[in-house]
């Protein structure tokens, strides 16, 4: 609480947006993005492939320029003081490629000894970020052997050296197995708990709800929601229902149906099933429920399709992409 | 917390040099210089002609193929520096740390330096030592000769850097360095003096000096060329005309090194 009021006052969140843009000749790849994290918040940036996610992170961490607006990290302009406004921070962006002729250890006292760390305080944090990410045992290998995945465990160990107070992590999860997935978010996870602030890009909403408080979701190159995961999954009141019964329902059954309140859309699967997109949360899907057994229709299963955020997320993009 | 930037351009020299290293490109060219200093040394025996009686004539075979040295110097340790960490990827994990890009460009410029400057040395070593063993004297005029392609070595690396900084594949740079120097400067640099313009200013021409310290070179310029056809301008414009290219060379690969933007 004190942390954010001292924020307000001296304007140095983590991360700061404001009127971010990009162009790429006649392309738009970033509107006019407005977003602050406040400090000890782990916010998912979400949105489809070509969004404009990796753009904002790009310019963030100073790798390309903006059209307009600007960027600032801890109220540091990454354009104007690149330097101090990266020292704060660990980054790893999209699928970083590594010198194959160096082992993750050199790689480790290269980015140390360009950010001003002592040998014996290196030798410490390369050991302690080697085993978080389950690359000791390869610690004198050359990475020219190393998976797309056992790189991208390095290029989260690289981020880590310096225990960074901002953590900018574009698509983390990326080329991993499934396990690798798991293991880098329980990484996440327990960086968050520490309390550091994350700024994570993901066009996978679940792994947004599984490790984010917040969420902002991008399309087009626009800002389309900005909240917290819970606030948003309670405030999403559609959701779709699938729905499959003992023997498939008629014509007239569905009519019916469509008139049931809370009943927006109904789509017909086959096989005895049906998709119902309900508006209204709970009391509306009991409701449901309730009339199509009334009706003497003989549902085997009534289960949510995804979450409500997920809905919300899909909605939001459809109408943007209309727009 | 960052080091200063003195400290980083050491610290990406010395990975650099790691790279030439490991990368086996140094004993590439190590390999090649022991092969031209044995042929230098082995085939004259052989078909049973008689060495240079004088340490310049003796020395001045090798100087004629010290510019050869000094490009594939810029080729191998120069040309693809830069513009390898756009098309590998690896400036996705450099890029993000607290150091700016000309500490990058000057350290990477660093590291070339001191490798083809070790190649030379070798290669300048190995024939002082070879016309000291020969002819039994050595000369100032053969430090001078070493001098003069170290001063052309540095205008070669800032003009290899300039290129990478411009381009976008590995493979054109290295191809556009070697050729610029091997081909396009000297065809100019050719041509020039027919037109009555004297090519001080062309690098090749200038690299006369390295042989003309010692007398002149020993093996004639190719076909096509012959004694009246090469221009050398005085040592000092021609050391002038190096540092200009060396100079010029690693100040636009910085400037176009910062503008240049990581995007896929």
């Known amino acids: ?323 | 917390m960052t080091a200063s930037p003195v400290a980083q351009v050491v610290t990406v020299a010395s990975y650099e040099i790691r790279k030439y290293i490991r990368g086996r490109r140094l004993l590439g060219i190590l390999i090649l210089v022991g092969l031209i200093v044995g042929l230098f040394l082995g085939l004259p025996p052989a078909l049973g002609i008689a060495y240079a009686s004088t340490p310049n004539a003796f020395v001045s075979t090798f100087a004629t193929f010290a510019s050869l040295l000094v490009i594939l110097g810029g080729v191998l340790f120069a040309a693809d520096a830069l513009v390898s960490e756009h098309e590998k990827r690896t400036g996705y994990f450099l890029f993000p740390n607290p150091v700016r890009r000309e500490v990058l460009v000057l350290g990477k410029i660093a590291a070339s330096l001191i490798v083809c400057a070790a190649v030379l040395t070798l290669y300048y070593g190995a024939a002082a030592i070879a016309a000291l063993a020969i002819t039994h004297s050595l000369t100032w005029d053969i430090g001078l000769s070493y001098l003069y392609a170290l001063a052309y070595m540095t205008a070669v690396v800032g003009i290899a850097y300039l290129i990478s900084s411009l381009l976008k594949s590995t493979v054109a740079a290295t191809v556009l360095t070697f050729f610029l120097f091997t081909l396009i400067f000297s065809i100019v640099g050719g041509i020039l003096p027919l037109a009555k313009i004297a090519p001080w200013f062309i690098p090749t021409s200038a690299s006369g000096i390295i042989a003309d310290a010692l007398g002149g070179p020993a093996v004639g310029p190719g076909p096509g060329g012959g004694p009246g056809a090469s221009f050398i301008p005085d040592p000092a414009t021609s050391v002038i005309v190096f540092l200009a290219y060396a100079v010029a060379g690693a100040v636009l690969a910085i400037l176009l090194f910062r503008r240049r933007e990581l995007s896929s």
């Not at chain 1, 607006?69 to 980054?91: K, S």
């Not at chain 1, 080697?130 to 056992?150: C, N, P, Y």
Request: glycine residues 10%.
């Open chain 1, 1 to 323: 609480m004190q942390s954010s009021r001292m924020e307000s006052v001296t304007g140095e969140f983590p991360v700061h947006l404001e009127g971010l843009g990009k162009e790429y000749g006649h392309f738009t790849a970033l509107k006019s993005l407005d977003l602050t994290v406040p400090s000890g918040t782990s916010l998912g940036f979400l949105g489809p492939n070509g969004a404009g996610k990796s753009t904002t992170i790009k310019i963030m961490t100073n790798l390309i320029r903006p059209s307009r607006g600007r960027a600032t990290l801890f109220g540091i302009d990454v354009r104007q003081e690149p330097t101090r406004a990266l020292a704060r921070i660990g980054a790893v962006i999209e699928t970083p490629e590594f010198y194959g002729y160096l082992s993750p250890l050199e790689t480790l006292a290269y980015v140390g000894r360009l950010r001003g760390m002592s040998s014996s305080e290196l030798e410490r944090r390369s050991e302690a970020v080697l085993k978080e990410v389950k690359l000791t045992d390869w610690a004198d290998h050359r990475i020219q052997e190393f998976s797309k995945g056992m790189k991208q465990r390095l290029a989260i160990a690289q981020a880590l050296l310096h225990e960074p107070e901002l953590l900018i992590l574009d698509e983390p999860t990326s080329g991993l197995d499934p396990r690798g997935m798991a293991e880098v978010r329980d990484v996440i996870k327990s960086l968050k708990d520490q309390g550091r602030t994350i700024f994570m890009s993901s066009h996978l909403l679940g792994e947004v709800q599984e490790v984010c408080d917040d969420v902002a979701l991008l399309n087009h190159g626009e800002l389309l929601i900005h909240g917290s995961v819970r606030d948003l999954s309670r405030g999403a009141d559609t959701s779709t229902f699938q729905t499959t019964f003992l023997s498939s329902p008629t014509p007239q059954d569905l009519e019916a149906l469509a008139t049931v309140p809370g009943i927006v859309e109904i789509k017909d699967g086959g096989d005895s099933t049906i998709d119902l997109r309900i508006s209204g949360g709970e009391e509306a899907q009991a409701r449901v429920l309730e009339a199509m057994v009334s009706r003497g229709l003989k549902v085997t299963t009534y289960r949510p399709l995804g979450s409500s955020l997920e809905q919300l997320y899909l909605d939001r993009i459809q109408e943007s992409d209309r727009l």
